[in-house]
């Protein structure tokens, strides 16, 4: 005989609704979790390696041990790496080697009570040369006592919406500077930052040297040009990093939060596989008469088993759909904190499937046990049952 109609397992799962609504709302949770956590790694990932192209190198002191807040070089290194290395991008005559101060500090803003933390950048106007991922979306560039400040900034320093906007103060080492735009660098850290000029940031850090030094060659082929060099040049003691790589090992920083985030995720889709598995069980159990009598009547033990998979995952995959619009909706324009810098996470079609493929796997492993006990029916004791 063939197998039963898929309306017969949907009419099934309105019998007992009580116990669908909490297939439903489980399915939903794991479907939220496994797109939350994909999104949150694969944006993680992202921010960092889109703020690097393949053709940039970063040149940092030997001595800072490959940290760039550490490090403290000469600005005449860009002129230096600009004059000396082959290969060098140049727009207009301007070469795209730019010096550049990264300082994690506090900042006053207009409307805060106390300060707030904040990712500040000294730049001079070659750093629009090198980070081609700033685009700016309203304002101006800034001038004499102006900062440029990125869209995630506000998210990052935990301020009001409107404490960043155009015409604001920011009070940065004792110095106040005038927002004269925003830029936007998607899928990168740098949103997050403030932008300042190079030259007041160190007048008030009272310093006369720089962090790093960023070069943007022609292709990747000339970033061994620039490693060449900063061995050649053992007067300036610099290393040369490739900016992929410096934001590469900056990601395998973050992998053992990585792997504990995922383990969280393991963990609750472990007690959603057990709280399925009982539930599929339960079900199976009030209707083992109802399922001996269609075994009776000719239908296969297969079939069977194939009706209570297609009501189980009807109901997963309307929990499915319901925890993943969820987990769009709720994570749209949420921006998350990391370290020094801050990024938006992304809901990307491969999260989704993650959390559409999550809930099948668990589901299917979750019914095994039920179907299992389908296809072994004893007839004649079942039928037998009350």
């Known amino acids: 005989m063939a197998g039963l109609p898929l309306h017969h397992a949907v009419r099934n799962a309105a019998r007992a609704p009580a116990r669908s609504l909490l297939l439903v709302v489980s399915s939903a949770l794991v479907a939220a979790l496994l797109v939350a956590t994909s999104a949150f790694v694969r944006s993680l990932e992202a921010s960092h390696l889109g703020a690097a192209p393949d053709n940039t190198v970063l040149l940092v002191s030997n001595a800072s041990m490959r940290d760039v807040l550490r490090s403290s070089l ?3 290194v860009a002129e230096l790496v600009a004059a000396d290395v082959p290969g060098v991008l140049r727009f207009g005559g301007v070469p795209a080697s730019s010096p550049e101060i990264h300082l994690m500090t506090s900042v006053e803003l207009d409307g805060e009570t106390s300060p707030m933390p904040a990712s500040v950048r000294g730049v001079t106007e070659r750093a629009f040369l090198v980070h081609e991922a700033v685009t700016l979306v ?8 102006e900062a440029l400040v990125g869209r995630l900034a506000g998210s990052r320093s935990g301020a009001a919406e409107d404490a960043l906007d155009i015409g604001s103060v920011v009070g940065i080492e004792g110095g106040e500077f005038v ?11 740098i949103e997050s930052e403030i932008w300042v000029p190079l030259g007041e940031l160190q007048g008030l850090t ?3 040297d720089c962090s790093c030094v960023f070069v943007r060659v022609e292709s990747a082929e000339h970033l061994s040009a620039v490693d060449l060099f900063a061995n050649r040049r053992l007067d300036l003691e610099l290393v040369a990093i490739p900016a992929a790589q410096y934001y590469a090992e900056l990601v395998s920083y973050f992998t053992p939060i990585l792997a504990l985030v995922w383990a969280m995720t393991a963990l609750i ?6 709280g399925g598995a009982n539930t599929v069980i339960s079900m199976v159990q009030e209707r083992t008469r109802e399922l001996a009598t269609l075994r009776a009547i000719g239908y296969r033990t297969k079939a069977l088993a194939w009706t209570v998979l297609q009501e189980t995952l009807t109901l997963a ?5 319901l925890g993943m619009l969820a987990a769009r909706l709720f994570l749209e324009h949420a921006t998350m904190n990391v370290a020094m810098s801050a990024f938006a996470i992304e809901v990307g079609p491969l999260s989704v499937l993650t959390g559409l493929v999550g809930v099948i796997v668990i589901t299917l492993l979750g019914a095994s046990p039920a179907l299992t006990r389908v296809l072994r029916l004893p007839l004649a004791r079942a039928l037998r049952e009350s």
């Open 317 to 321: 995959m309307a929990g499915a759909l």
């Open 138 to 145: 309203s304002g101006r560039l800034p001038g004499a006592g």
């Open 269 to 274: 889709a472990i007690a959603a596989l057990t």
């Open 206 to 208: 009272q310093r006369d």
């Open 179 to 189: 927002v004269s735009g925003t830029f936007a660098a998607p899928r990168t850290t």
């Open 74 to 76: 000469s600005p005449a």
